[in-house]
T-cell receptor
Framework: NAGVTQTPKFQVLKTGQSMTLQCAQDMNHEYMSWYRQDPGMGLRLIHYSVGAGITDQGEVPNGYNVSRSTTEDFPLRLLSAAPSQTSVYFC????????????FGPGTRLTVL | GENVEQHPSTLSVQEGDSAVIKCTYSDSASNYFPWYKQELGKGPQLIIDIRSNVGEKKDQRIAVTLNKTAKHFSLHITETQPEDSAVYFCAASKGGSYIPTFGRGTSLIVHP
């Protein structure tokens, strides 16, 4: 198993540009989530999904969209990038509940100029 | 909702010393408490977890203790080694919740 994969590893955007961060898992996990990690702020939940076709907002959803058309994929879209979205983004998946192990991807480092 | 506070934010120790990281939580219904280790440039990875029906759990040099009355839990690392240097996150969750709530992380530095 590849586990949780994320692409790209690094990305530089200009303010106002849009892009999609890709996340895929091959463990047949129902739950998937996106976090952003900023210095001193820990892991903040952006959006999560409890199954294909079901998504919900986390703590910091503004400026981000998600969709879950398949069990395997959970892309994160930035509609109009802002410097405040400069961060490291992690995708995670788990089997079924919040009491199952979260498997994290390697992260995407995004810089918005 | 659940609130998890983690201290200290940075911990510096000498190789061979013990390290303790503490977390408190607010929701008395929380009953699952995992700890994750994040090495530089990687995603967090589960290292140990504890459920509310036990007070302590050990795995070689690491241990976690839980005090449900006081609503706090701690990670203990003995005989620290340079490879223990990383960011450690605690988390808390309960039945019926979808995603655990994470603390802000502790940067552990082990000096050779």
């Amino acid at each position: 198993n590849a586990g949780v994969t994320q692409t790209p590893k690094f990305q530089v955007l200009k303010t106002g540009q849009s892009m999609t961060l890709q996340c895929a898992q091959d463990m047949n996990h129902e739950y998937m989530s996106w976090y952003r990690q900023d210095p001193g702020m820990g892991l903040r939940l952006i959006h999560y999904s409890v199954g294909a076709g079901i998504t919900d907002q986390g703590e910091v959803p503004n400026g981000y969209n998600v969709s879950r058309s398949t069990t395997e994929d959970f892309p994160l879209r930035l509609l109009s990038a802002a410097p405040s979205q400069t961060s490291v983004y992690f995708c995670a998946s788990s089997y079924g509940t919040s009491r199952d192990t979260q498997y994290f991807g390697p992260g995407t480092r995004l810089t918005v100029l | 909702g659940e609130n998890v506070e983690q201290h200290p934010s940075t911990l510096s120790v000498q190789e061979g010393d013990s390290a303790v990281i503490k977390c408190t939580y607010s929701d008395s219904a929380s009953n699952y408490f995992p700890w994750y280790k994040q090495e530089l440039g990687k995603g967090p990875q589960l290292i140990i977890d504890i459920r509310s029906n036990v007070g302590e759990k050990k795995d070689q040099r690491i241990a976690v203790t839980l005090n449900k009355t006081a609503k706090h839990f701690s990670l203990h690392i003995t005989e620290t080694q340079p490879e223990d240097s990383a960011v450690y996150f605690c988390a808390a969750s309960k039945g019926g919740s979808y995603i655990p709530t994470f603390g802000r992380g502790t940067s552990l530095i082990v000096h050779p």
